[in-house]
């Protein structure tokens, strides 16, 4: 088919809220580590990879091999049959997850693991009300987009009843208009209050992305998982990390983002990442918590052989390559280049993120903070001009997200700085660095 062809079916045969990027799509070919190119043989250096999901490259030979293998030797039997690709990746799991979390319930997406978390929540606790934040995004099933707290993702309503929405960990646009430190983190004891004022007073979970990821990489202060969680035990609930974008040492360091807030969860979720792009999701507890669930479960596609065979070569491959060093140090690197550009371009209000999981918010005055999805739009074309691929995100569409393969090298972080300043300079001008 022609590019054009490809468009043309896209716009007729898939539902149209299946959005694109770009004011002409880019229709993919081929890819491979940080590389991906498009149907005309033009090659761009991936940083989103595929919405933080190619963790060691596209279609990396030591990953691909593995699933070859095994696509010919058992493709599916389904979890009514145990295998060795599914106990291996579990058996990974329970050595890599913090505290005594050591068991897994696999699915096929991150909405289906954080369904499935909050029905565990809630059969284990005998609870129903939910917690979430502002600004989230949690999936498209109907409980999972009432968790989401952005209203661009909730539009299929009516959603879910027991779910209620905290102020998040915002401290560019704090919502309580305090300044950090000084604020004493006072959003993290809004959960208190949420509690006492909206719910029954008892609940099943909190539930919060460690970063959020579609909110645009917001990162909340040290302190705050750590007052939330010991918040939420007074009553009753338990704690849920959606690892999806920040698991498997995308933070840097730690294999499991909400580590660097020194809190163990009661559960984790995850998905994207976990297998490099193959269709994965995963809900991780401790065993008195799995057990809560009775009568029949099953999952067609939970922990298929090949599935776990892929995420098992990833995560294998992020330990005995140090992936998690590498995206501090990189990531290191990454953010000094991107605070540089803040510098000599005022339409970046906000650098922030971990690791490798770094974000540039776009503001028209970097005094009233007035978001610029406009630039940010014409941003991300420039870039795609230029040969890099960057993602979107936040509740105004104002902010650049960027999640490239956990293995890159600091000379592709220098390659993707020069192509944004590019990018920058069509987009708006620089300020006289010296006049500042
Ligand atoms: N949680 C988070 C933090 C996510 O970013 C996403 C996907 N963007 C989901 C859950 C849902 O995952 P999926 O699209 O695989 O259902």
């Not at 369904?115 to 284990?124: F, G, S, W």
């Not at 959603?159 to 998040?168: C, R, T, W, Y």
């Not at 491959?317 to 998690?324: H, N, P, S």
């Not at 000379?411 to 708006?428: N, T």
Request: net charge neutral.
């Amino acid at each position: 088919m022609t590019r054009e062809e490809i468009i043309r079916k896209h716009k007729q045969y898939l539902f149209p809220s299946i959005t694109n990027y770009y004011e002409n799509p880019l229709v993919t070919d081929h890819a491979s580590m940080q590389y991906l190119w498009d149907s005309e043989g033009k090659k761009y250096l991936d940083f989103f990879g595929g919405i933080v999901t190619v963790s060691v490259g596209h279609c990396n030979p030591r990953v691909t091999s593995k699933m070859k293998a095994q696509m010919d030797k058992l493709q599916h039997a389904s979890t009514l049959f145990p295998n060795e690709a599914i106990v291996s990746l579990a058996e990974k799991c329970a050595q890599i997850t913090p505290g005594e979390i050591s068991q897994s319930f696999f699915s096929n997406s991150g909405t289906e693991a954080n369904e499935t978390a909050i029905q565990l929540a809630r059969v284990h606790t005998g609870n129903y009300e939910v917690v979430a934040l502002r600004h989230s995004y949690s999936g498209r099933s109907q409980l999972a987009q009432s968790l989401t707290g952005q209203s661009s993702w909730r539009k299929s309503l009516p959603g879910a009843s027991g779910v209620v929405h905290a102020l998040n960990p915002y401290c560019y646009r704090c919502p309580l208009g305090k300044t950090y430190p000084s604020c004493n983190v006072a959003c993290a004891n809004d959960v208190e209050a949420v509690i006492q004022t909206t719910t029954s007073g008892q609940i099943a979970a909190f539930i919060a992305e460690p970063i959020q990821g579609l909110g645009g990489f917001i990162t909340p202060p040290k302190e705050y998982f750590k007052i939330v969680f010991k918040i939420l035990k007074n009553y009753g609930g338990l704690f849920i990390a959606d690892e999806v974008q920040t698991g498997w040492g995308r933070t840097g360091k730690k294999w499991f983002g909400i580590e660097q807030w020194e809190v163990t969860p009661d559960i984790i979720t995850a998905a994207k990442g976990m297998a490099n792009g193959t269709p994965v999701g995963a809900t991780m507890t401790r065993p008195e918590i799995a057990a809560s669930f009775k009568g029949l479960q099953i999952s067609t596609f939970g922990g298929n052989p090949v599935t776990a065979v892929a995420a098992r070569a990833t995560i294998d491959l992020i330990e005995e390559d140090r992936l998690m060093d590498n995206c501090s140090t990189v990531g290191a690197h990454f953010r000094a280049g991107l605070e540089d550009l803040q510098e000599k371009y005022p339409v970046i209000g906000d650098v922030r993120g971990m690791g490798l999981m770094q974000a540039m918010e776009f503001v028209k005055d970097p005094e009233t903070k007035e978001p610029a999805p406009q630039e940010t739009a014409r941003f991300m074309e420039e870039c795609r001009t230029r040969g890099l691929l960057i993602g979107k995100g936040g509740l105004y569409g104002n902010v650049i997200r960027m999640s490239p393969p956990m293995n890159i090298a600091k000379s592709d972080v220098d390659e993707a700085i020069k192509v944004m300043d590019g990018a920058l300079a069509a987009v708006c001008s620089p300020v006289a660095v010296a006049a500042r």
